[in-house]
């Protein structure tokens, strides 16, 4: 009893913690789109503090792993909100002044904030027996659905909080989050080194411990596969997400209207969570990954039936359906690919690219929403998700020539 109520209680933390972050980055793109639009020099730059949050969490992702290695992980979560705080703070002066090269810039703190607490989910994992793993990554996904609502929330709260200075509310909210996160933060246990001792004591002695040569993942398709499944719906969700709250704006939606379907997104991205796990084990990943194509597909459809506010949520909810499907299947496709010797390597690869189509596509949404309509910007990802489905349903014909050969 005293052992459950203790697990409770950690992974309780961890969820809060996870919460609060949460709230802080939904939020961020939320409102960030907006504001942005109110200062920038053009309207097609209105995206591009977005993507500073991910040009940051990109160029982080390898110091924050490296810091964390050598000082712990909590000191590096307590570095990353720091860093996050002094974004915030940044974001707050740049809005007052209307500077829009700071509130750049201070997205890009904050992207550097998300490179460090992104760890979170690891650091529950390796709080507990490993057998207790699988229940620490469901507290850490179960803190999506609040922050779906309260992220949100707050900036439609903070919005006009300095009615002079539209948005700037947001971003005082902004800062007083991420002082909640650094106080959860040292609250926060530590890693039971026994269990992670021991979880490496069985990758060293296991035969796949030899590196192979990039050379060999390169030609490797089933990497590919898993590699460009992640990053296209990563990038095409980046995309359409940054775009909904300006293209909302301009067809005569208010604000409360386009949060409202950033909520349902977001719900529409975590709640297939709590099954996807199970579908990959009856599916297997790749099939997963063409039943994600799939439903983006609809989103589509969706989304091209007009500018009303329930095609909007409708497409957004298969969005956040969509992308979870090919993730998760790209994700443990991904962790089939390689060796254990081989994972800081391939891992490191698979986030650079990830993080440098969403980039691209963060910064393109605001230019194409103006350019082309959000009609025509949704029928961007078409290409994009035929190719994904002719590369997956190829692997898949391979991989099974290669059994059947094998049985022979």
């Known amino acids: 009893m005293n052992h459950f109520l203790n697990k409770v209680k950690v992974l309780g933390i961890f969820s809060i913690t996870q919460t609060v972050f949460q709230i802080g980055t939904v939020m961020i793109m939320a409102v960030s789109a907006l504001a942005g639009q109110s200062i920038a020099p053009s309207p097609e730059s ?13 160029l982080g992702l390898v ?16 570095l990353g909100t720091i860093i996050g705080i002094f974004g915030a703070i940044l974001a707050t002066y740049a809005m007052s002044e209307k500077s829009f090269i700071l509130f ?9 904030h998300q490179s460090f607490i992104q760890y979170l989910r690891f650091v529950a994992m390796e709080s507990v027996p490993t057998h207790d793993r699988a229940n620490a990554l469901s507290w850490i996904l179960l803190a999506g659905i609040p922050a779906a609502f309260l992220g949100p929330l707050a900036g439609l709260q903070g919005k006009e909080l300095f009615p002079s200075t539209l948005y700037l509310g947001c971003y005082l909210i902004l800062i007083a989050s991420l002082t909640l996160q650094f106080l959860f933060i ?52 980046a995309m359409l997400m940054t775009a909904v709250p300006v293209a909302m704006k301009s067809h005569g939606h208010q604000m409360h209207a386009s949060t409202m379907v950033l909520q349902w997104h977001v719900l529409g991205m975590y709640i297939p969570s709590f099954f996807s796990g199970f579908l ?30 329930l095609p909007f949520a409708v497409a957004l909810i298969l969005l956040g359906i969509g992308w979870n499907f090919m993730y998760v ?18 891992q490191a690869l698979n986030d650079t690219i990830v993080y440098s189509l969403a980039i691209l596509s963060t910064y393109s949404a605001g230019y194409l929403e103006h350019k082309i309509g959000w009609l025509s910007l949704n029928l961007v990802s078409i290409p994009f998700l035929v190719f994904v489905s ?7 014909q391979t991989k099974r020539k290669m059994i059947l050969n094998h049985g022979q």
């Open 104 to 112: 750049s810039a201070a997205h890009l703190l904050f992207g550097l």
């Open 329 to 346: 299947g790209g994700t443990n496709l991904l962790v089939e690919q390689y060796h254990p010797s081989e994972k800081n390597t391939i």
């Open 46 to 58: 209105a995206s591009l503090p977005i993507s500073f949050v991910i040009l940051g969490t990109l």
């Open 280 to 309: 990959v084990r009856k599916m297997t990943a790749p099939y997963l990954i063409l039943l994600g194509v799939f439903v983006m597909g609809l989103e589509c459809v969706s989304a091209i039936q007009g500018t009303e506010f």
């Open 390 to 396: 002719i590369i997956t349903m190829y692997f898949i």
């Open 63 to 78: 110091p924050a792993s490296k810091f964390m290695k050598w000082k712990g992980s909590k000191y590096g979560l307590l």
């Open 186 to 237: 040292t609250f926060l246990p530590s890693p039971n080194k026994r269990f992670v001792t021991e979880d490496e004591s069985t990758n060293s002695l296991s035969p796949r411990e030899i590196a192979r040569p990039l050379s060999f993942h390169f030609k490797n398709l089933g990497l590919w596969v898993s590699v460009l499944a992640t990053a296209f719906s990563f990038g095409l969700m």
